[in-house]
């Protein structure tokens, strides 16, 4: 049975991750410091039923918090780190550059400096389709260039994969950058695309609709995600980079359409003008992910869309109450 720190363990991403990896009989350390990026009790109901088990420890400390990260990391003696801790966001990375830089590359290298104190060198690392930029060079492949990015979460997560690289080539940690595409499903953050839209048109409330509604994104379904990033834990080494996405775009107008035919609500539209650091298009080019690790996305849009509705009308109680 391995030892797997999971870093932003309470959230979207890091939840669905820990519940697999106990699923699987791996002992899970959970660190998360519940930030009020949104509304910290959400972030506890993700991680209520971990609690029960005997595989999970949540311990509850800040990236920036040196000693909080060398005692979990000596302490818990993990095998591995998946670090998905960060502050997350395009639109508030522009007005706080200095909390997203602090968070996610202060962080992210006390992060690396106490595991190689520790000696605890296999790292999977979150990092985004943002890198690309304003690219329409699409599908996006992990080769070409990611030295444009157009928002400051972008350039820290770009960052972040360069980081990496230098312990990689210093200490010979095994890394493995994962960039992740528009990741959708249950427990999605509340102000992201799919969550807002279909909260907006429960309570029958606009919807911001921006640009023409061309804009399109690489939607993941979380499942997809957490899989790929069971794979790298497993069989990725050295260092590597690799997309992980659905390899399918929908525009924001046909995003809106879906919701409406599956939710059987109807979307009001309040029309604003682009917005400063979103892309026009997001699209990954998954073949070395798949030659490479065996990840191969699963999950079309609708059947995603249905399983996220699904669990919205059963947790909606909960999450209005939250």
Not at 77 to 96: E, K, T
Not at 131 to 137: H, I, N
Request: charged share 25%; aromatic share 8%.
């Amino acid at each position: 049975m391995a030892t797997v720190l999971v870093t932003g363990a309470a959230g979207f991403i890091g939840s669905t991750l820990c519940d697999c990896l106990v699923g699987r009989g791996e002992r899970v350390l959970g660190f998360d410091n519940f930030h009020p990026f949104y509304d910290p009790r959400i972030k506890r109901l993700n991680v209520a039923g971990l609690l029960a088990s005997g595989r999970f420890t949540l311990v509850e400390g800040d990236l920036r918090d040196r000693d909080a990260l060398r005692q979990v990391l000596r302490e818990g003696a993990p095998d591995a780190v998946v670090h998905l801790a960060a502050m997350a966001g395009v639109r508030p990375s522009i007005r706080d550059p200095l909390l997203y830089t602090e968070v996610n590359l202060t962080g992210t290298t006390l992060l690396l400096e106490e595991m190689r104190a520790a000696g605890v060198r296999r790292l999977v690392f979150g990092s985004s389709s943002s890198v690309y930029g304003g690219s329409r060079a699409t599908p996006f492949r992990e080769d070409q260039p990611a030295d444009r990015p157009v928002s400051p979460y972008a350039a820290t997560k770009r960052a972040g994969e360069v980081l990496c690289h230098a312990y990689h080539h210093l200490h010979d940690f095994d890394v493995a950058c994962l960039r992740f595409f528009t990741v959708y499903g249950p427990r999605q953050r509340p102000e992201m695309a799919i969550h807002k839209f279909t909260r907006l048109m429960q309570q029958e409330k606009p919807i911001p609709f921006y640009g023409d509604g061309s804009s399109a994104r690489d939607y993941t379904f979380i499942t997809d995600i957490v899989t790929g990033v069971v794979q790298a834990l497993e069989r990725a080494s050295g260092y590597a980079i690799y997309n992980l996405g659905g390899s399918h775009t929908v525009s924001l107008r046909e995003l809106v359409d879906l919701l409406q035919e599956r939710s059987g609500r109807e979307a009001r539209l309040e029309r604003l003008p682009d917005q400063p650091g979103d892309v026009p298009i997001t699209c990954a080019d998954v073949s070395k992910a798949e030659r490479e690790l065996g990840y191969q996305p699963r999950v079309r849009i609708e059947e995603g869309l249905d399983r996220f509705l699904a669990w919205y009308r059963e947790t909606r109680a909960a999450l209005e109450g939250a």
